[in-house]
């Protein structure tokens, strides 16, 4: 079994953290954060949600930012209106097409949180990456930060109106940006390059989201200058009746140990239930796949996992590998953020090989 | 207006000139060719799509391909099992889940046909193109050719439970294939290269389906080998109320003029009437729309384009310019092949300019 050490200062941020960036705006979460190792700090990059706040129970509301005119446009929905299915507290549903989303009912930017010893942050005032185009309106949702040499790329989802895509922008300071546009086509998720060439090749996993065949499940690409990617090949499926057997994604860069490259993945029951597992890939060809866990290395067991805005939900973003310790940061209830230290050792002796 | 002369021998290729590849399989469609001149003839890259014989009408037949075994597989349904939906005939749905699908009721695959005079084609005995990895086990559709140099490099849409994606392949000769695997990730198809680079970049026109958020509308990516892309931007909507309102797609390889480049392009009603019109990008940057037409330049008017497996369509995947004309070669009904001329300054002239 894989022991885990959750910090005592869990959750390490929460939303009363955060002074609302837009006024009328309340922070409802600061999760899901990518994490990068800078100079003499760990660096969370927050996803940040904030809702319009509504003083009318019966008035949902739906934000969307208007890149071209610089507007923050909010639109009313009545909670009784029947066109719309209110069910899912994220977002907005039309009542008769039930997978299609109309609005989110947040807008999410990334922000980010500094620490010395990754246990106490600081929180800058000011977003370091806001929606800056169309393809972005709705918002920009769960970053993971992949150092190469002494570039940081930063992928991320975007959201608007006319789709649910991967994002990249890069950076050496956290404070320029270059903007690289949408890497991966909608509608896709979970975006994570690996932190160094492998056989020639950059490798990324990421996670279509499929209509008319297939499911949530993770797939690899490949490129020769992480701008264009291709060879998309699926890697690994759902698994009926197990942790993992409604939609998974890749979740922390992938580590590389002399066994393989270890990917930490997020794995969710059709009920919602988000668990982090383990996936270990081919040293020289991450397209294979090596050992998988069968259970899960952590789930939702504390009271700040198991409730909040949308609860039971671990889902890491990033984690730094110090020795045998693997810090895994991480979001808990769509709400926090939390650490927990695990062995590598012991999470790579618990995988299942084939 | 533009005049359309269809040629007085449409439909050019019907199924009953093609003889089965597999036995105990009836050919039903010979259709959405991709078009290609080569030496002195003219190739239609023909989509063969082959049905295994049912002689029970309450049977419904499903074949699968299994690359890996080099095993097709035949799977049997009951008409009256419900629990799926058998009232599409080119699929079987699950009855609870309107848009999934879970088994199509033919395997395409691509044979050659080749014409000196572009109106009397012979037809390869053997496939050009047959499902080759475990990506393409439900078939390979609706193939398009784009001539770089000496090298064809040709997209088409690989089918199988995993998911529906963009794939390429190269030759130049049409004998010997080289495999670039899937280059536009699930769910996409539709995938049109640009014959030449513009400003440095390949483009490619491609149209994912969207689960989530967003319409089956035309997108344009970019790429510096053609094997890997990036920088997805949106490029045209769907319209309310017209021909194009239900879903669009990219068609024959676009044409270089002096406005700008042609984009001929498939839109279809809700209703699934499938008609071709025009779209103009500019010369120097493809991701600006410069020009649209408002009504179809191509509809379903001719008995073979109205009546057939699927009636109501014409979808073209190429023609041949030849100086002011056109020759659109185009799939009817997903049945047949046939071929209308028009001229190129009727069609540019015909387009609303924004």
Known sequence: ???????????????????????????????????AKYKDEILMLLRIAERPISDDPKIVKAPIYHTDTDELEIIEFHRDDERYDFSDPRMIRKASHSQEIEYLTSLSYIRIAR???????????????????????????????????DTFYICFTALSPLGIGGAMVSTKDFVTVKHHGMIFP???KDIVIFPEKVNGKYYALHRPSLKSIGKPEIWIAESDNLLYWGNHQHLISLRDGMWDSGRIGGGA????????WLVLYHGATPENRYCMGGLLLDLNNPAVVVARSDQPILEPEADYEKEGFFGDVVFSCGAIVE????????????????????SLEEILDFLTYY
């Open 323 to 342: 020795g045998d310790v693997v810090k895994m940061y991480y979001g808990v209830a769509d709400t926090s953020m939390a650490c927990a230290e695990l």
């Open 186 to 188: 909608p509608e896709n």
């Open 253 to 260: 860069v992938p580590i590389k140990t002399d066994r393989g």
């Open 1 to 35: 079994m894989v022991r885990v050490y959750r910090y005592e200062q869990n959750p390490l941020i929460t939303p009363s953290d955060i002074k609302p960036y837009h006024e009328g705006f309340e922070v409802i979460g600061a999760f899901n954060a990518g994490i």
């Open 115 to 149: 620490s010395k010893d990754g246990r106490n942050f600081t929180i800058d005032e000011k977003p370091f990456l806001y929606p800056s185009n169309k393809l972005e309106s709705f918002g920009i949702e769960d970053p993971r930060v992949t150092q190469i040499g």
